[in-house]
């Protein structure tokens, strides 16, 4: 068996005959986290404010450690009694709650400094951004070391995620789960309930202001809410990561559509698939990445099959994979479509030069060069298989010949031609030797009606301004 | 357009024919010339003797342990302000060495990020140091599979990283140059994917026999008692490197700040020196990463440079309060983190910078708080004044030619003889009793008015004053209602407004266009009736 073979048997072995109900439940979470973020992003993205969620997603840090120090402190202090024994990192209602009050507070605290500096201090706005998020982020660091002590966070947990382990107990659905669902119908209510508001004010500001919409309190919304959202999916996504949820999959349907509702409906699905994707991905990337090297002194003695890559990581990642899809095969905006566009462009107007070469040919062989006809690039050979498909030329690719129908296009493109040298003559005294360039370009896209209005303007003019005939659109 | 926006000194337009040697002299700032010379006067790897010799020649120099433990380093018996004292003068060799690094980093950082600052470029840095892990992970993975053992060579690292984060500068400018989705989104997605990336290699590392990731941890979080005297070497090499070139190219790259099409149509190559200044950032951003944390260290190129706006308006100065700023919050945060275990490096020198900016943003001499307010607190006692002075003469302009012919002639203006009381100017404007007095209090300790047993009476000065302010005040009235058809009841509000900050070429002017009207008079009566005092 070929090494590649090896090892797509062994990836499906790993997608297939291990996938777990555990793997199940870490798709299902990560993928309602991913798809709650995808909501708020959505408006993010439109509104260029995606640094913003870069920010909030740093900011809600010292918002959940502040939560957790002081429910800490609440339940030693006997305001409450601890639930769920003597853990302390453990969540309940408490904990929960004060997260969310905490990140409520710390999305409209982010909001608030940044635009007081910007205002105050008159700092250009992403470098005020900047400031308070580094800023709020480093408190939020520095608190995790110095209440090490009480407070029991891992910060690798809170900024990277933990998505693998959300159903370590085996029964139930895992909190996270829940968590990330209520912020997805949470998100999902208030769209439908402001679509109209958000619609408006996101695409045009002054329109809502009005129309009587309070586009302050829809911007601070906007943060709570996102701020939110976060804090659902920290646990899951993981702080850092939550960046990327909210921003690269509305990005990608951004590439897609230009509708609205669609574009959210197709962020929440490239949510989706990114989280199911970028859980494959994890249990697979160790294996397309160190199976070449499995020979060196490092892997000699590890499994490398068994080992997997942090899923929220992957998701990241995958979600880059699919934008880079869209950026690339984008049914209107893509890169490729439009390159394509541009080569069939390049060769409708070839094959109609090539149609103008041969009429001219036919009409006065003197004013053609005859390096042009014996042209064998490949845009020329493009150019007369297309023509020849049309049924508009016969015979070999070197000495074209004209069909009737062929002729009846080439007499229209020569006619555009010259009406336009006559009317560029006409009205700008374009020097004679300066209007074939001229004509050249535009009579590609001269249709039969300007053709008609261009005639009319200068009288029906018989010759051009090099004294050639102009012919007409049908043969008397 | 002219070259003076660019605050050049020297000469309209940049020249570098000196050569080298005589731009660095020019433009050098003098840390700059001072590391340079150290650095170029020893043979490189003999740069640790260099910082040691500028110890007292009685202390030993100790042998550097590798990675060298700061909080360690210091014996436990030392009280603590002693303690303190030599973490802050430098005086453990261990100290100093991370000290050193870390305040070239910051130095470095302050000027880069003025740079990115005025381009509105400071986010990218964000980009380039999240972008930087999966290079350093990589290369950790692609080391160790083939040569088992030295993954951890902080160089090849750095190298991974730096092409790394060059590719993340590349992907964003190539997103937002190819695509409809705008700089911002482009600089969130680069970043988070390439941050997701760079966290599942890392997690992959993790479970791998020699993978222990906490050499390589420290680049997220900033680690600066990690460091050993070669990565502070290699520190202080690319800071220098940095600071050298962003010296020898201050003027061209300062051209490029301020106005890029005048730098392009003047030949200057700008796409290049572009790349020049990315480059740069992306160095700093990656020397950054050890000492910092990737996750923080874009506020270094930020939060100094922004610090530093608040005091000056030219870029030069800038420049240098930002390396100061920088250079302060980087000594800061190194020194705290070696005396206190709990305080790492990376958040207090943020967190130092932060305060530096909150000073700044308050006391600075050019756009602070507090400077803004005093001027807006003068500019309101001045217009105080000035509506008291107005309020004073349309009170006493119909008895002035009573006053004038009762005048001894000589004696002085005859607005000077009557005397005030509070009763007569309340209810001509929207004083209350409390803000008149403050206003007659101020308008006395200007020598405007003196005070009376009974009352007020205007100086000399003050009846100058207040035919002055009367007659602009006057003087924009008639103007609007002969060439801007304004209905006389409604000149009086917006003369109000504009009296204040009327120049004397445009009092000139008005004059000129008005006062023809009124041949025989100092200035134009009045066009709508005088409120009457209560």
Redesign the interface.
Request: proline share 4%.
């Given at each position: 068996m070929t090494p590649q073979l090896d090892m797509l048997t062994t990836i499906k072995t790993i997608l297939l005959d291990e996938w777990f109900l555990l793997d199940t439940w870490i798709v299902v979470t990560a993928a309602l986290a991913a798809m709650g973020c995808a909501i708020p992003g959505t408006f993010l993205?439109l509104r260029?404010?995606?640094?913003m969620?870069?920010a909030l997603t740093?900011t809600v840090l010292p918002g959940i450690v502040g939560a957790f120090i002081i429910s800490h402190a609440m339940k030693t202090s006997g305001w409450f009694a601890a639930t769920g024994g003597e853990q302390p990192y453990a969540f309940d209602a408490i904990t929960y709650t004060m997260m969310f009050v905490g990140a409520v507070a710390i999305g409209a605290l982010t909001a608030v400094l940044s635009e007081w500096?910007q205002r105050?201090?008159?700092?250009?706005s992403?470098?005020?951004?900047?400031?308070v998020y580094?800023?709020l982020?480093?408190?939020g660091?520095?608190m995790i070391?110095?209440f090490?002590d009480s407070v029991h966070i891992d910060?690798d947990c809170v900024?990277?995620g933990s998505v693998e382990t959300v159903w370590v107990t085996g029964d139930g659905v895992p909190r996270a789960a829940l968590a990330s669902g209520g912020a997805l119908v949470l998100n999902t209510l208030l769209v439908v309930a402001f679509f109209k508001e958000l619609r408006v004010s996101t695409f045009d500001p002054d329109l809502a202001i009005s129309l009587g919409i309070n586009s302050t309190a829809i911007h601070y919304g906007l943060m709570a809410i996102t701020a939110v959202t976060a804090v659902a999916a920290f646990e899951s996504v993981g702080n850092?990561?939550v960046?990327?949820m909210?921003?690269?999959p509305p990005?990608t349907a951004?590439?897609l559509t230009d509708r609205l509702w669609l574009l959210i409906v197709l962020s929440v699905t490239v949510a989706a698939a990114s989280a199911w994707l970028g859980h494959a991905f994890?249990l697979i990337?160790?294996t397309l990445?160190?199976t070449p090297?499995a020979d060196?002194?490092?892997?000699r003695?590890?499994n490398i099959t068994s080992?997997?890559?942090?899923t929220?990581?992957?998701?990241?990642?995958t979600?880059?994979l699919l934008?880079l899809l869209a950026?690339l095969l984008g049914p209107r905006?893509g890169?490729v479509i439009r390159r394509l566009h541009r080569g069939f462009l390049a060769i409708r107007i070839a094959a109609e030069d090539l149609l103008g070469v041969i009429y001219r040919n036919q009409e006065d062989p003197e004013t053609v060069n005859p390096a042009i006809l014996t042209d064998r690039s490949l845009t020329r050979r493009l150019a007369v298989w297309w023509l020849r498909r049309r049924g508009l030329v016969t015979g070999s690719s070197t000495s074209p010949v004209l069909t009737s129908s062929g002729h009846a296009s080439a007499r229209q493109l020569v006619r555009a031609h010259r009406l336009w040298e006559s009317y560029m003559a006409h009205h700008f005294n374009v020097p004679a030797d300066h209007l074939h360039e001229m004509a050249h370009r535009v009579e590609h896209f001269l249709d039969p009606e300007l053709r008609d209005q261009i005639a009319e303007e200068l009288d029906g003019p018989q010759r051009d301004p090099h004294g050639r005939e102009i012919p007409l659109d049908e043969p008397d | 357009m002219s070259s003076s926006t660019c605050q050049y000194r020297s000469g309209l337009r940049p020249r570098v024919s000196t050569g080298p040697l005589g731009t660095v002299v020019r433009f050098a700032h003098p840390f700059m010339v001072t590391g340079l010379l150290l650095l170029l006067s020893t043979p490189s790897n003999a740069l640790p003797a260099v910082i040691t010799s500028q110890a007292p020649a009685s202390r030993p120099t100790m042998p550097l342990p590798s990675p060298v433990s700061i909080s360690g380093a210091t014996p436990a018996t030392r009280s603590a302000p002693g303690k303190f004292a030599r973490a802050l003068l430098l005086e453990d060799y261990n100290t100093r060495v991370v000290v050193i690094g870390t305040l070239l980093l910051g130095i470095g950082s302050g000027i880069v990020g003025t740079f990115m600052l005025l381009r509105k470029r400071s986010l990218v840095g964000d980009v380039v140091s999240h972008a930087a892990l999966p290079g350093i992970a990589m290369a950790f993975l692609i080391v160790e599979i083939t040569q088992p053992g030295t993954g951890r060579s902080m160089p090849l690292l750095l190298v991974g990283a730096l092409l790394a984060g060059l590719v993340g500068v590349g992907c964003t400018m190539a997103i937002s140059r190819f695509s409809r989705i705008k700089q911002d989104a482009a600089l969130a997605i680069v970043l988070s994917v390439f941050f997701g990336l760079g966290i599942s290699l890392f997690t992959i590392i993790q479970k791998l026999p020699t993978g222990n990731v906490a050499g390589l941890q420290q680049f997220i979080y900033g680690q600066t008692a990690s460091m050993t005297s070669g990565d502070v070497r290699l520190i202080a090499l690319a800071s220098l490197a940095v600071l050298g070139i962003a010296s020898l190219l201050f003027k061209e790259i300062a051209l490029l700040c301020f106005d890029e099409q005048f730098a392009r149509s003047n030949g200057w190559p700008t796409g290049g020196l572009d790349s020049i200044l990315m480059a740069l950032v992306v160095s700093v951003a990656i020397i950054g990463l050890q000492s910092v944390g990737l996750l923080l260290v874009v506020a270094l190129l930020i939060i100094p440079a922004a610090s530093a706006r608040f005091w000056t308006e030219r870029l030069g100065p800038m420049t240098i309060i930002a390396a100061c700023f920088g250079g302060l919050s980087a000594w800061l945060g190194a020194v705290t983190s070696s005396m206190f275990a709990r305080f790492s490096a990376g958040p207090v020198i943020v967190l130092a910078g932060t305060l530096f900016f909150l000073f700044s943003m308050t006391f600075g001499t050019r756009r602070g708080i507090v400077r803004r307010l005093l001027l807006q607190l003068a500019m309101r006692r001045r217009v105080g004044r000035h509506d008291l002075a107005r309020t004073i003469y349309e009170f006493l302009e119909p008895e002035l030619p009573l006053l004038e012919s009762s005048a001894h002639p000589g004696s002085g203006d005859p607005l000077c003889i009557p005397l005030l009381v509070l009763q007569d100017l309340l209810g001509r404007r929207t004083w209350s009793p409390k803000r008149l007095g403050r206003l007659i209090q101020s308008a006395c300790r200007h020598g405007l008015l003196q005070v009376e047993p009974k009352g007020w009476r205007l100086t000399s000065e003050g009846a100058r004053h207040a035919r002055l302010v009367a007659r602009n005040h006057r003087l924009w009235e008639t103007y609007l209602i002969l060439h801007a058809d304004v209905a006389p009841s409604h000149v009086d509000r917006n003369a109000d407004l504009i009296e204040h900050v009327l120049e004397p070429e445009l009092i000139e002017q008005l004059v000129e266009a008005v006062m023809d009207r009124y041949p025989q008079m100092d200035m134009p009566p009045s066009p709508h009736p005088l409120a009457q005092g209560s």
């Open positions: 993205v260029r404010q995606s640094m969620g870069d740093h500096v105050q201090g008159r700092v250009e992403s470098a005020a951004l900047g400031i580094t800023s982020f480093a408190v660091l520095l070391r110095l090490a910060p900024l990277y850092i990561l960046i990327a909210l921003i690269v990005a951004h590439l994890a990337l160790p990445l160190l090297f060196a002194p490092l892997l003695s590890v080992l997997d890559a942090s929220a990581g992957m998701m990241a990642t979600s880059g934008f950026l905006h890169l | -």
